[in-house]
């Protein structure tokens, strides 16, 4: 028989946190090859989309889904930290909006 842990918010938080930092730095470093890294985006841009949805639940992570595929999938925006730009969103821009 295996026992539930409950997973709190502020777990997620964190995880999203250092997940999205991860994330965001794999994409980079396809950047950084030249050519071999724009085609390695077409193997990490379904993936990277996937776990955005993964990671955000609801339409923060069906849009961030997308467009973390098609910042990965264009040429030469590898730059831009998608995961980490959804984490401040949803963390500190819409906690605002809702207090």
């Given at each position: 028989m295996t026992e539930q842990v409950p997973v709190s918010a502020e777990n997620n938080k964190t995880r999203n946190l250092i997940l999205g930092i991860l994330f965001d730095?794999?994409?980079l470093v396809s950047f950084t090859v030249p050519?071999?890294?724009?085609?390695?985006?077409v193997i990490w841009a379904p993936l990277a989309g996937f776990l955005m949805t993964w990671m955000y639940k609801g339409t923060i992570g069906r849009v961030g889904?997308?467009?973390?595929f098609l910042?990965?999938?264009?040429p030469f925006?590898?730059?831009i930290p998608t995961f980490t730009?959804?984490?401040i969103y949803n963390y500190w821009i819409?906690?605002?909006n809702a207090s």
């Open positions: 730095a794999i994409g050519l071999v890294g724009e085609f390695s985006d889904g997308v467009v973390t910042e990965e999938i264009l925006s590898d730059f730009l959804t984490w819409k906690n605002k």
